[in-house]
């Protein structure tokens, strides 16, 4: 037996409902569809999937205008998850980001969105759509 090192605990509780608490102790919960005998009332564990992909690609976008030396105050997304035969195919993701980045910059964040972690961790199979609009003023 290998103990493992404590970054996330969960704990079922009922009805497909789980209580997660992460490494600095904030809780926050997980409902199954009302369809499979869940509550419905919050996101869904394939949601927490969507918001690692959308806020692993905004922290990397961030990472890279750092280095470059530009300002992408304001960014933000919404995304959602495409569900076939009970299988994730699809991601699809907006990002807003500031209308004054140049055409270059514009081209480097968007390449290295793409190569974001979590992103490389999901099945080559399951498309990822993302759109960059940029209307930050």
């Known amino acids: 037996y290998k103990e493992v090192k404590v970054m996330i605990k969960a704990e079922f509780l009922e009805n497909g409902r ?3 608490i992460d490494k600095s102790n904030q809780e926050f919960f997980t409902d199954i569809a009302k369809k499979f005998g869940g509550y419905d009332e ?3 564990p394939s949601d927490l999937l969507v918001a690692a992909l959308i806020t692993c690609v905004m922290s990397t976008i961030e ?3 750092r280095i470059l030396d530009i300002n992408v ?3 933000h997304a919404k995304g959602d998850k495409v569900v076939e035969d009970d299988k994730i195919t699809k991601f699809v993701i907006e990002y807003h980001l500031p209308e ?3 055409a270059e910059h514009r081209e480097k964040l968007e390449g ?3 190569r974001c972690f979590v992103g ?3 099945h080559p199979d399951i498309e990822k759509d993302f759109t960059f609009i940029y ?3």
Do not use: E, P
């Open 135 to 137: 209307d930050i003023k």
């Open 63 to 65: 990472s890279k205008a």
């Open 18 to 20: 789980n209580k997660i």
């Open 112 to 114: 290295v969105a793409k």
């Open 73 to 75: 105050s304001g960014l």
């Open 100 to 102: 004054s980045l140049s």
């Open 42 to 44: 919050t996101g869904s």
């Open 120 to 122: 490389k961790q999901l």
